[in-house]
């Protein structure tokens, strides 16, 4: 399946949260994507459960921003999370390890 906008991978993540690799996590994942059909999303994680929703919550543990079409090439596996880094078109504020477990905490 190719996901086409930012509302359709957040609505699937917490149906493909790998509980059992977020033992002891208790964080916060803010997103900011810019472009058309943007805005803010985040993901909490707290025991062995996650939730998504759109908007922001205070003090995420990690906030990562990049462009829609920058999501969108990494959740169809386009790119790694890595080529987005380097390329600077995905900029980590925070917990970098955090930021690094997204793949492994969810299966999209």
Do not use: C, H
Request: no cysteine; charged share 20%.
């Amino acid at each position: 399946m190719a996901y086409t906008n930012v509302r359709e991978t957040f609505e699937k993540m917490p149906s493909v949260f790998q509980a059992a690799k977020a033992k002891g996590m208790n964080s916060v994942i803010q997103y900011v994507f810019d472009g058309e059909g943007g805005g803010n999303w985040f993901i909490e994680i707290k025991d062995e459960s996650a939730r998504t929703g759109e908007g922001t919550r205070d003090n995420p543990n990690v906030t990562i921003t990049m462009g829609v079409q920058t999501w969108l090439d990494l959740v169809n596996e386009e790119i790694s999370g890595m080529q987005a880094f380097m390329g600077g078109k995905l900029k980590v504020v925070g917990d970098m390890g955090l930021a690094q477990k997204v793949n492994i905490l969810f299966r999209l």
